[in-house]
Structure formats: C-alpha cells, structure tokens
C-alpha cells in the first residue's frame, strides 16, 4: 500500500502562483512514477502532469505545459506540483497518485490515489 497525502490548496488570484506537495508513505516511493490529475465540478477527472520514479521525465497536458511544473524529491517521499500564473479556469481538486514504475497519463493506470487538495483560482 501506498499512502497520499496532498498539502498546499488554497484561494489565490488569477496570475499568483502556488505550489502543491503530496507525500507519500509505505512501500518503496522511488519505485512508482507519480501523477497529478484535478478535478472541476461537474466534469471528469483530468489529467496534469506525471514524472517519472526517478524524476528524469515528465509529461504535461497541454492546458498546463510551460507553466505548471512537476518534480519529486525521493530522499523525502515528496513529490510537487508548482502551478505558475493560474488560471480561473484551473479551479479544481488536485489529485495526487502513484502507478508502479511506468509514467502514464491515464487516470485508471493508477493504484493509489490521494485525497484531493482544493484550489480556487478568483478573476
């Protein structure tokens, strides 16, 4: 089993910046590639960003690309999402999960999932 804990949600302004953490406890950290995935209301969850267990490859949806940015710190079974000028639109749940070894982008690949951290991005 893996356990995730997602931190750092919050209300913050069109254009601020915010970084989520999700840690992670149990088996192995370094052995699962981790994923970032939201959730708006009313529509289905989505996926954000993934890396991989060594944090030498990453992958973003496109909605993302070039201003959110996906690391992980395997010393502290930590990883990050930093989620630079946000968008109203990025107003979601964030999710945090691990699938074993392979990076994917696909929500139902992955084993473990977090509880969700909110954000809200105001206009």
């Known amino acids: 089993q893996v356990q995730l804990v997602e931190s750092g949600g919050g209300l913050v302004q069109a254009g601020d910046s915010l970084r989520l953490s999700c840690a992670a406890s149990g088996r192995t950290f370094s052995n699962y590639a981790m994923g970032w995935f939201r959730q708006a209301p009313g529509k289905e969850r989505e996926f954000v960003a993934t890396i991989s267990w060594s944090g030498g490859s990453t992958y973003y949806a496109d909605a993302v690309k070039g201003r959110f940015t996906i690391s992980r710190d395997n010393a502290n079974n930590t990883v990050y999402l930093q989620m630079n000028s946000v968008k109203p639109e990025a107003t979601a749940v964030y999710y945090c999960?691990?699938?074993?070894?392979?990076?994917?982008?696909?929500?139902?690949?992955?084993?473990?999932w977090g509880q969700g951290t909110q954000v809200t991005v105001s206009s």
């Open positions: 999960a691990a699938r074993y070894y392979r990076m994917s982008s696909y929500r139902y690949e992955y084993d473990y």
